[in-house]
């Protein structure tokens, strides 16, 4: 097929398109930089400097194209972009992002029904934003917390249009987990080996991860099949902050963390982070493995955090690109 991967350069960009590449597929993958278009020829595909916020931009590069498949990975969440992560001020770090899970979402799913363009895959996120009522696993059917009221509203809304928008046009929404992975463990274990991310309250939080390995191969396997509707593309562990953040911490070869009450840390982190350690709810694989064939070359985090820090001791072990 000929496919169309909008932020071909990203942190699953990245491993998607030499992937698709390999299994035969054209592929056109975007960049905001011209200065990444060798990189983009270099992983096998046509590169094309997009503006993925600008209508005319995404309608040019995608009526070029002419796709079979349009894959949307357009994120702003590298260092580069948004700066360091910060929960506390979410609805900042996250502006980019959210506007082109909104505006870029919309400028997408027009070029694509301009250009007739007949499956879109999309990017969406499923790792500690479940409804925070019953249990602590979450499935497809379940509604995503809005976070009412809370500086990750904006984003939780714009995680639910780019849902709506794409599977009412037709095409798969899947929900990645945390990501974890070779370039995508700083933004975690710098804060740990600083001490500075501790477990909050008793850390009865859940949340759901998955390596990017795991997260490319579910959806190359989307693209392939053409399928339709929401799927949770988690590992088969969810666990809560209590478990995975100490095995974290010991991974990356820091103490352990330190353990803080919530109303002590809640004017130092915010409540998105509280909520997030002490009342997050994680996700199923069920369904992407039942419709999907797709099953996770890292079925937990537990073995997946040691094989991607292994030998990385304190030297780090690379820039996260996505995780909300």
Not at 120 to 140: D, F, I
Not at 220 to 237: N, P
Not at 271 to 296: C, D, H, Q, Y
Request: with cysteine; proline share 6%; aromatic share 6%.
């Amino acid at each position: 097929m000929r496919v169309f991967v909008a932020g071909g350069t990203g942190v699953l960009g990245r491993r998607l398109v030499p992937r698709l590449v390999a299994r035969g597929h054209q592929v056109t993958a975007t960049t905001t930089s011209a200065a990444k278009l060798d990189l983009l020829e270099r992983l096998g595909a046509e590169g094309v400097v997009m503006d993925g916020l600008d209508a005319m931009s995404v309608g040019e590069a995608v009526a070029q194209a002419r796709p079979d498949t349009l894959v949307h990975q357009m994120t702003a969440i590298s260092v580069t972009h948004a700066g360091k992560p910060d929960m506390k001020h979410m609805d900042r770090w996250f502006a980019t992002t959210i506007r082109l899970r909104t505006e870029g979402t919309d400028h997408l799913l027009a070029a694509a029904e301009a250009t007739g363009v007949r499956h879109v895959v999309a990017q969406s996120y499923g790792g500690w934003n479940g409804l925070r009522e019953g249990g602590w696993v979450k499935t497809e059917q379940d509604p995503l917390d809005p976070y009412t009221g809370t500086v990750a509203q904006p984003g939780m809304e714009a995680i639910r249009h780019v849902e709506d928008a794409v599977v009412l046009a037709g095409g798969a929404v899947l929900r990645y987990g945390w990501f974890y992975g070779p370039d995508a463990m700083d933004d975690l274990t710098e804060p740990l080996r600083k001490r500075r991310f501790p477990v909050v309250g008793g850390g009865a939080g859940h949340c759901s991860w998955v390596h990017l390995d795991d997260a490319t191969d579910a959806t190359v396997l989307a693209v392939e099949q053409q399928v339709r509707g929401i799927f949770s593309i988690v590992d088969d562990d969810p666990a809560p902050a209590s478990e995975w953040l100490p095995h974290l911490a010991a991974c990356a070869g820091a103490k352990p963390p330190l353990r803080v009450p919530t109303w002590l840390a809640r004017p130092l982190a915010g409540e998105v982070a509280i909520r997030l350690m002490t009342e997050g709810r994680a996700f199923s694989n069920t369904k992407a493995r039942r419709e999907l064939g797709w099953e996770p070359g890292h079925p937990s985090w537990r073995r997946g955090f040691e094989e991607a820090l292994a030998g990385r001791g304190a030297g780090g072990g690379g820039r996260r690109g996505g995780g909300a």
